[in-house]
Every structure is written in structure tokens, then in C-alpha cells.
């Protein structure tokens, strides 16, 4: 017994079950692992996830990418133009729409991303290191159908896009 006359039990114990415990040191591991691999990426894993976004899907213009990342219109103004600056994206005309601009990657934008791509699921693959091969696609399917299920939470936002892109995965569902 510990001193406050709880059960002395192990830090594994005394987190299973609590999914929030889980989620938060997976999320902070996965971070600090992204951050680590993408390096000085402009927006660091924000500016890395805009480009994935902007590579795999398909969102008509920067309102609507800003819209489906979750991301404030005038902070992705900025993401955008840094990303603009290194030459991985640009605006061009929205050929359904002309008074707007879709935001494109360039070819160097693609080849820098299938490199971070490649990087980043190194270290997903890391940070799920405790489960072998068979368990980390089973979890990553799992956790992608539990997130695909809180459409309530955040409406305007399609969580299984926003996993996928995560998840360095199709778009398609």
C-alpha cells in the first residue's frame, strides 16, 4: 500500500483503461518523433500536414483546406505563404471558381513530401514500437474507424480525411 492507502500498483496498471492517459503519450511521442524527422520544415508538423493535405486531397481552395484542417483562414495565409517561399506549393487560379485560388504543390513540393512521408512513418512505426507489424495495422485501422466516428464532435471537418492524411494514407475511404 502507498502512503495515501492506495494499491501500490505499476504506471502500465494504473493507465489501463484510461483511453485519454493513452491517447496523450502516443500524441506527445508521435509530436516530438515528427518534429524530429521533419526538421525545419516551414510550420513544422503543421506546415508538413497542409502539404500532405494539399498533395492528397482535394479541397477547391484555401478557405476549404483551412476548413478542413482546422486551422484558423488567417494563420493558413501565412502557412501558406512560407510554404509558397520554399517553393512547395503555389496559388493558382481555381478553374471552377476564378476568384479563388487553389493551392497546388509544385513537383519539388511532391518529392519533399514522399520523403517526409517516408521519414514520418518511420518514426509512427517507433512510437508503435511495443506492437509488432500485424498489431500496428490492426491499431492504425482501428483508431482511423474510432476517429472516422466523431463526425458529432467536429462537423465541418471530415475526420477520416484528416486520419488518413495523418496517417500518411489514401484519401480514399
Known amino acids: 500500500m502507498s502512503d495515501e492507502g492506495l494499491p501500490d500498483r505499476a504506471p502500465a496498471d494504473r493507465a489501463e483503461g484510461d483511453l485519454g492517459w ?35 486531397g482535394d ?28 517553393g512547395l506549393v503555389e496559388r493558382r487560379l481555381n478553374p471552377s471558381d476564378r476568384r479563388q485560388r487553389k493551392i497546388v504543390a509544385t513537383a519539388h513540393g511532391d518529392s519533399v513530401l514522399r520523403e517526409l512521408e517516408r521519414r514520418v512513418r518511420g518514426a509512427e512505426d517507433a512510437v508503435l ?16 474507424r474510432a476517429a472516422c466516428g466523431v463526425r458529432d464532435v467536429e462537423p465541418s471537418v471530415d475526420p477520416c480525411e484528416v486520419v488518413s492524411e495523418v496517417l500518411g494514407e489514401d484519401s480514399a475511404r
Do not use: K
Open 59 to 86: 479541397q477547391p481552395n484555401q478557405l476549404a483546406l483551412a476548413t478542413h484542417l482546422g486551422i484558423d483562414r488567417t494563420v493558413m495565409t501565412y502557412l501558406i505563404d512560407d510554404l509558397v517561399e520554399a
Open 129 to 144: 514500437g511495443a506492437l509488432d507489424a500485424a498489431d500496428r495495422a490492426t491499431f492504425r485501422r482501428l483508431l482511423r
Open 22 to 56: 493513452s491517447l496523450g503519450a502516443l500524441l506527445r511521442a508521435f509530436h516530438r518523433s515528427v518534429v524530429t524527422v521533419i526538421g525545419d520544415f516551414p510550420q513544422g508538423p503543421r506546415g508538413y500536414q497542409t502539404l500532405a493535405t494539399v498533395v492528397h
